[in-house]
């Protein structure tokens, strides 16, 4: 049996996230630039975005760009910017004929203005589609983003929109840039490295972990699929006893 036909529907997770990692490696690996991993993460970032498709999950996060990532040297940044908007542009089409709808989070007004007119086109574009939900991290941080939320929590205490007693787990989310989207029951993250890089901290509360060596330009589907097999088989018990479930 193939790994895809091993899945149980029902106990597919709704929400995957990804720490795409290891493009430098890969390049650095076959003897290239850093640059040239970038390029070669867009066919595995077009694998996993099918394999979540095909499975039907609702949601895909992909970590395409930290706050941190923008003390890397210029030129590479400039080739990671030049490369999303090719993407995104490229990819439009397809995201269309998928039924995939576009979403971004994190400081999206960082972004050089072309980013952000490809972007919030292709948001535009793809806003009607009812499949998965493909949302793109960029210039993101959990820390940016928690602090964000607490600004304008006290903005609108200030302004008397709601009451500082209010403030619960509840409320404190929607004031997130995911605020209308599920946790993540799955994390995954590629090249071997155990961390987290200040990806969604909020979020990934109660998330299941899975790392795997695989470079992020070597992941394919099956890559994916194993993930999700992994994650079918662990017994999320959000504090209570095996018992309890
Ligand atoms: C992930 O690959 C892509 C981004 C962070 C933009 P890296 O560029 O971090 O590759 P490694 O970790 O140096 O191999
Ligand atoms: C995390 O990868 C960020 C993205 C994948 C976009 P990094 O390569 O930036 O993380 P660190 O620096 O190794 O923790
Ligand atoms: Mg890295």
Redo the contacts with the bound molecule.
């Keep these: 049996m193939s790994l895809k036909q091993q899945l149980i529907k029902d106990k597919l997770p709704k929400h995957v996230a990804v ?3 290891g493009n430098g490696r890969w390049a650095k690996k076959k003897g290239n630039i850093r640059i040239f991993g970038h390029k070669n993460g867009v066919k595995a970032v077009r694998e996993t975005v099918e394999a979540a498709a095909e499975m039907q999950i609702e949601y895909l996060t992909l ?4 706050t ?2 923008w003390k890397r040297p210029k030129m590479e940044v400039n080739a990671l910017m030049s490369l999303l908007i090719n993407s995104i542009h490229n990819e439009l089409e397809t995201l269309n004929k998928n039924n995939i709808r576009l979403f971004a989070i994190g400081n999206i007004n960082q972004l050089p203005a072309k980013v952000q007119k490809e972007l919030y086109q292709a948001i535009e574009n793809t806003s009607g589609n009812t499949g998965l939900t493909l949302v793109l ?1 960029l210039s993101y941080s959990g820390r940016w983003e928690i602090l964000n939320a607490v600004n304008q929590l006290l903005n609108d205490v200030k302004n008397g929109k709601i009451e500082g007693d209010e403030i619960d787990s509840s409320l404190f989310n929607d004031y997130l840039a995911t605020a209308k989207i599920p946790d993540p029951e799955l994390l995954i993250r590629t090249s071997g ?1 155990f ?1 987290i ?1 200040n ?1 969604l901290l909020w979020q990934i509360a109660y998330s299941e972990l899975y790392f795997t060596e695989t470079l992020w330009p070597d992941f394919r589907k099956e890559d994916f699929f194993k993930a999700l097999l992994d994650f079918q088989n662990r017994e999320r018990r959000f504090g209570m006893t095996s018992e309890q479930l």
């Design positions: 720490i795409m990692d970590y395409a760009f930290s941190e990532n991290a490295e961390r890089s990806f």
